[in-house]
C-alpha cells in the first residue's frame, strides 16, 4: 500500500472523512494542507531530501481567501506536479462532476483517478486507492463512461434517407439499388442491413416497422 | 340663391374693374413720369421721375423683364444727365448696354442701343473725354441703320473735333455726312450738318463756307426751325465778325437775338447776348466776355471733377454696403450650419446615452431575474425539502440510511442549482461539450440520439450564442427528464454558414402549451440574441421545440 499520502483540501471536515478513509487502509503517514501552493512545496521539499510522496489527494476548487496563490486550482497543481513528478499518483477529489472538466483532468493533467463527492464519495475513494495502487485508472461509477467515445448515438442525413425509403415501402435491397444508383456509399446490401439494425437498436425498435413509426412520431422524416 | 348669384356676379364685375383699372393706372403713371423726364416744367420734375424709373427698372430687372427694363435705365441716364449727373448718367448708360448685351433677343434693341451709345458720347463731350466720346459715337455708328440716325451721329461726332479745334478732322466728318444726304427727306438734318460745315469751313479759310452757312439758314427758314434759325444767324454773325464786316456781323447778332427771344429760353438769349460782349468796340467788355467764359469752364471742369469723386465714394460705399451684406449673410449661414452640427452633434450624444441607459436597465432587470429566479428554487427545492427532514426527524426517529438518503437528495438539488448558474466556458471542442451534455441525460429509461452534431463548424459562432444553446438545450433536456417520460430524444442540427438551426423532439407524454413557465426562460435567452424557438406539443404526441438563430 502507498507509504506517504498528502492531502489538499480547505474544508476541515472533508479532509477528515478523507483521513478515516486512510486510516481505514492502514496508511498512517500523511499529511495535510489547505493550499495548493502548500502541496506544491511539500511535495517539492520531499523529493529533495529523497523521502518523496507517494500519493496526492486534492480537492478541485479551493476558496479564495488573502492568500495570494501561485496554483489556484487543483487543476493547474496536478497538471505542474504530473510534469515534474511523473512517477507520482494522484487522485482528484470533487463536487465537479461535469464529462467535460472531468475530461480536462484526467486527459490534460493526467490525474490518475477521479472521485466525485458524493454520498458514496468514500468508498469511491478506497476503491479509487486500491485501483490506482494496483496501476490502474479509476472513475466514480457516475462519470464512468466520459473517457469512452461516441457515447451518444449519432444518427446522419444518411440514415434518415434510408429511413425515408423504407417508409415508402423500399425493401432493403432496393434501397442498396438506390444507393448504387445515386453512387452513395455506403450501399452494400450488408451495409445498409448493418445500418438499419443500429438505427433500431439505437431508436429501441424491435423491427424496421417500429423504427419508421418512431421516427415519424419525432419528426424526422 | 338669386341674392347670392348676385351678389357673385357683381363682385366678378367690380374684380374686373379694378384689375382693369389698376392696369391703366399703371400706364398712366408711366407716361405721366415719362413727360416729366422729357419735358420737365419744375427743377423737381426730373429728380421725381428718375426715382420713379430707378424703382421701376429694378422691378423689371427682378422679372426678367429687360425690355422694359433697358427703356428705364435709358431714360435714367437722360434725366441724370440733364441734371448734371454725368456719373450717375453714364452709369445707368452703361448698366443698360450691359443687360442689352446679356440680352437674348439682342436684334430688336437696336434703336435702343444706337440711342444709348450716342447718349455716353454726349456725357464724354461734356466731361471733357473727347477720345471716349469719339469711341461711343462710332460704336453707336456700327449699329445704326437709317440715314438721319448716322448723319446726326457723324455730326455729333464732327462736333468733338470742332470743340477740340481740329478743325480738318471736323471737316472730314461733316463732308461725310453731307454725302448721306438726302435733302428732301431730313432738311433739319442736312441744315444742322451744313450749318457745322460752313462754320468749320470759315475756319479753315474755304471760299464753300459762306454759301454753306447761306444755304443752312435758307432751309431752316423754310421750316421754321426756330432754334437751327438761332444757330445759322449765330454762326453768321461769327462769320462776319471773324472778317471784319462789322455791319453784316451786327445785323445777324440782331437777327439771331430775335430767334432767341421767340424761343422764350434764358440760356438761348444769354447766348445772344455775349454775341455783343464779343463784337463791343469797348475792349473791357470783350476781356469780360472772355474771363467769365474761362470762369465758367473752369468751373464746370471743378464741378465734374467733384462729381467723378462723390461718384466713386457713393459707388466704393455701395460696395462695401454690399460685401457687408455678403459677409453677414455668409456669417449668418455659418452660424447656421455650425448651430445645426451642434444640434446634430448633441441629438446623437442623446441618443446614445438614452440607448445605453436603456441597455443598462435591461441588463440590471436580467441581473434580478435570474437572481429572483435562483432564490425561488433555493427556496422551493432546498428549504422546503430540508425542512421536511427536520420534520420528519422531529416526528419520529428515521433510521440512518433514510436521512442520508433524503440528505443526498437535497446535496444534490443544491448541486444542480449550482450547475444551472454557473459559468458555461466554451471549450475548443463545442461538439464535445454539448454532447457530453445530452449523454448526461441518457439513463435506461432514455436513450438520446443526436443528428449531424458532428458536422457543425461551431467556430463561425460567436460564443454568447454557443452559450445560449448550451443553456437552453440544458433546460430543454432537464425539463424532459423532469416530466416527459420519454423513451427518446432526437436533437438534430443543421447550419448554413452561421445560420444555426436545432431541433428537438422526444416522444415523451408531451403537454398542452398553455403557460410555459418552464420555458419562458429559453425563450428569454433566445429572444435576446434575436433568434426565435417555437415549441410544439400536444398531450401524448411528444414535445418539439424548433430554434433558429
Known amino acids: ?221 | 340663391m338669386n341674392a347670392h348669384r348676385f351678389s357673385f356676379l357683381f363682385f366678378l364685375a367690380a374684380s374686373v374693374f379694378l384689375s382693369l383699372k389698376g392696369y391703366s393706372q399703371q400706364k398712366d403713371s408711366t407716361r405721366y413720369y415719362y413727360n416729366k423726364m422729357v419735358h420737365p416744367t419744375q427743377s423737381s420734375d426730373i429728380p421725381i421721375a428718375i426715382q420713379y424709373y430707378t424703382a421701376q427698372s429694378e422691378k423689371n430687372q427682378s422679372e426678367h423683364n429687360y425690355y422694359e427694363a433697358i427703356k428705364g435705365l435709358r431714360l435714367i441716364s437722360i434725366g441724370q444727365f440733364e441734371i448734371g449727373n454725368i456719373y450717375d448718367s453714364e452709369s445707368a448708360a452703361v448698366q443698360a448696354i450691359a443687360l442689352i448685351e446679356n440680352s437674348s433677343h439682342t436684334d430688336t434693341l437696336i434703336e435702343s442701343r444706337v440711342g444709348l451709345y450716342n447718349q455716353l458720347g454726349k456725357i464724354y463731350r461734356a466731361s471733357d473725354q473727347s477720345e471716349k466720346a469719339i469711341e461711343a459715337y462710332n460704336l453707336a455708328l456700327q449699329f445704326s441703320r437709317t440715314t438721319i440716325d448716322s448723319m446726326t451721329l457723324i455730326n455729333n461726332k464732327a462736333t468733338i473735333y470742332k470743340d477740340s479745334k481740329k478743325y480738318q478732322k471736323a471737316l472730314e466728318q461733316l463732308e461725310l455726312a453731307f454725302q448721306k444726304k438726302n435733302s428732301n427727306l431730313h432738311p433739319q438734318q442736312l441744315a444742322m450738318v451744313l450749318d457745322n460745315l460752313g462754320y468749320v469751313q470759315s475756319k479753315l479759310n474755304n471760299p464753300n463756307a459762306l454759301p454753306n452757312l447761306n444755304r443752312a439758314l435758307h432751309i431752316r427758314d423754310s421750316i421754321n426751325d426756330l432754334l437751327g434759325i438761332y444757330s445759322s444767324n449765330k454762326s453768321l454773325a461769327i462769320y462776319y465778325w471773324e472778317r471784319n464786316e462789322k455791319q453784316m456781323a451786327h445785323s445777324f447778332a440782331n437777327k439771331a437775338y430775335n430767334a432767341a427771344s421767340s424761343l422764350n429760353s434764358l440760356t438761348y438769349l444769354k447766348d445772344a447776348l455775349s454775341l455783343f460782349a464779343i463784337m463791343d468796340d469797348n475792349p473791357n467788355i470783350v476781356q469780360f466776355k472772355t474771363i467769365s467764359d474761362s470762369v465758367s469752364t473752369q468751373k464746370q471742369l471743378a464741378q465734374n471733377k467733384n462729381a467723378l469723386l462723390r461718384y466713386n465714394v457713393e459707388k466704393e460705399q455701395k460696395n462695401t454696403a454690399t460685401a457687408q451684406l455678403q459677409q453677414e449673410k455668409e456669417r449668418r449661414q455659418k452660424l447656421l450650419y455650425m448651430s445645426l452640427g451642434i444640434f446634430t452633434t448633441l441629438l446623437a450624444a442623446f441618443i446614445i446615452i438614452l440607448l445605453k441607459f436603456r441597455h443598462k436597465k435591461e441588463k440590471i432587470r436580467q441581473v434580478y431575474n435570474t437572481e429572483a429566479r435562483i432564490s425561488k428554487k433555493v427556496h422551493d427545492e432546498v428549504a422546503n425539502d430540508l425542512y421536511h427532514i427536520m420534520v420528519k426527524i422531529q416526528s419520529n426517529t428515521p433510521s440512518k440510511d433514510e436521512v442520508l438518503d433524503d440528505i443526498e437528495n437535497i446535496y444534490n438539488k443544491t448541486r444542480d442549482i449550482s450547475k444551472e448558474n454557473s459559468a458555461v466556458e466554451v471549450s475548443e471542442n463545442f461538439t464535445e461539450q454539448l454532447s457530453d451534455l445530452l449523454l448526461s441525460y441518457k439513463n435506461e429509461q432514455t436513450a438520446v440520439i443526436t443528428q449531424n452534431i458532428s458536422k457543425m463548424n461551431w467556430k463561425v459562432i460567436s460564443d454568447i450564442k454557443k452559450i445560449t444553446i448550451y443553456r437552453v438545450l440544458k433546460e430543454l433536456m432537464t425539463n424532459m427528464s423532469k416530466h416527459s417520460q420519454a423513451p427518446l430524444v432526437v436533437v438534430s442540427f443543421s447550419q448554413e454558414k452561421n445560420k444555426i438551426n436545432i431541433a428537438y423532439s422526444d416522444n415523451g407524454i408531451g403537454c398542452h402549451i398553455k403557460n410555459k413557465n418552464g420555458l419562458q426562460n429559453a425563450e428569454n435567452r433566445i429572444q435576446t440574441l434575436k433568434g426565435s424557438i417555437i415549441f410544439e406539443s400536444k398531450p401524448n404526441e411528444g414535445f418539439k421545440a424548433k430554434i433558429t438563430f
Not at chain 1, 497538471?79 to 462532476?97: F, G, M, N, R, W
Open chain 1, 1 to 221: 500500500m502507498f507509504k506517504k499520502v498528502l492531502v489538499s483540501e480547505d474544508l476541515g471536515s472533508i479532509s477528515n472523512g478523507i483521513i478515516s478513509t486512510l486510516e481505514m487502509l492502514h496508511i498512517d503517514n500523511f499529511q495535510k494542507v489547505q493550499y495548493c501552493d502548500d502541496a506544491y512545496l511539500k511535495i517539492k521539499k520531499a523529493f529533495q531530501s529523497e523521502q518523496p510522496f507517494d500519493l496526492l489527494i486534492t480537492d478541485l476548487s479551493f476558496v479564495a481567501d488573502h492568500r495570494q496563490q501561485k496554483y489556484t486550482s487543483g487543476e493547474i497543481l496536478i497538471k505542474a506536479l504530473k510534469q515534474e513528478y511523473p512517477t507520482l499518483k494522484i487522485i482528484a477529489y470533487s463536487v465537479e462532476d461535469r464529462p467535460q472538466k472531468v475530461r480536462n483532468i484526467m486527459l490534460e493533467s493526467k490525474a490518475n483517478a477521479y472521485v466525485c463527492k458524493g454520498r458514496n464519495g468514500l468508498k469511491q475513494l478506497e476503491e479509487a486507492i486500491s485501483a490506482v495502487y494496483k496501476g490502474q485508472p479509476y472513475l466514480s461509477p457516475q462519470i464512468g463512461n466520459v473517457l469512452r467515445k461516441t457515447a451518444t448515438p449519432e444518427i446522419d442525413d444518411f440514415d434518415i434517407e434510408m429511413m425515408k425509403l423504407l417508409a415508402n415501402g423500399f425493401s432493403q435491397d432496393e434501397i442498396s439499388q438506390h444507393f448504387k444508383d445515386r453512387n452513395i456509399n455506403p450501399n452494400s446490401l450488408s451495409a445498409i442491413e448493418k445500418r438499419i439494425i443500429k438505427l433500431r437498436t439505437n431508436f429501441s425498435a424491435k423491427n424496421a416497422t417500429q423504427l419508421i413509426s418512431i421516427a415519424k412520431d419525432l419528426g424526422l422524416i
